[in-house]
């Protein structure tokens, strides 16, 4: 039984309402700049979906890389780009043609959680874990700073990677991403010969 009159919104629904009220009357970035601000601020490795998680820090940002387990999707190696704490990138190499991208995925959480739309998924070709590990590399280097570009906080579309930096760090991210992929592997053919 609730503690609270009926009358009385829970803390909750006052949260829902004040989101609501600013989704339909501020401009994309304030209102974009308020969810930055006001928001918990977590890792994508910090989440139950994420293990075997490595932080690969550079001048100007962070790659985590992780194996994903998303129920319902796929699971692979992923990978995600912050800067000043803002998912910009995130990568999912789950192979066949499960494996995809997606750019601001925190302010695409933001519209889903409003009922506009889900977090756009941008697919990679049909191929195996390894290739997603391949072509999630060219993203990587190739549009990290278009990502920066298309974010709604001036902030972000300002901030400056260094593109060597970028390039060393993506490269640790490719040798991460496939050590992933054989350890599970070995991982398979060890239970396998255990149950056989």
């Not at 889903?112 to 060219?138: D, N």
């Not at 930096?165 to 640790?172: C, H, I, K």
Request: proline share 4%; glycine share 6%.
């Amino acid at each position: 039984m609730s503690s609270y009159p009926k009358w009385l919104l829970s803390r909750n629904q006052l949260r829902q309402a004040f989101w609501k009220l600013a989704f339909s009357t501020l401009p994309t970035p304030i209102l974009f700049k308020l969810w930055y601000e006001n928001r918990r601020k977590h890792l994508r490795v910090d989440i139950e979906t994420a293990t075997e998680k490595e932080l690969i820090s550079f001048s100007g940002g962070v790659i985590a890389v992780y194996w994903a387990d998303v129920p319902g999707v796929g699971s692979g190696p992923g990978a995600s780009l912050y800067v000043q704490a803002e998912e910009v990138m995130r990568l999912d190499c789950f192979g066949s043609h499960m494996g995809h991208m997606h750019i601001n995925p925190e302010q695409g959480h933001l519209m889903y959680r409003h009922g506009e739309h889900m977090t756009a998924r941008l697919y990679f070709p049909e191929g195996s874990r390894e290739e997603h590990v391949e072509r999630a590399t060219f993203e990587m280097r190739n549009n990290a700073f278009v990502a920066l570009q298309m974010n709604a906080l001036p902030m972000i579309q300002k901030h400056k990677l260094d593109k060597n930096d970028l390039m060393q760090a993506t490269a640790q991210m490719h040798q991460a991403m496939m050590h992933l992929i054989k350890s599970k592997a070995q991982d398979s053919k060890v239970l396998s010969s255990l149950n056989t």
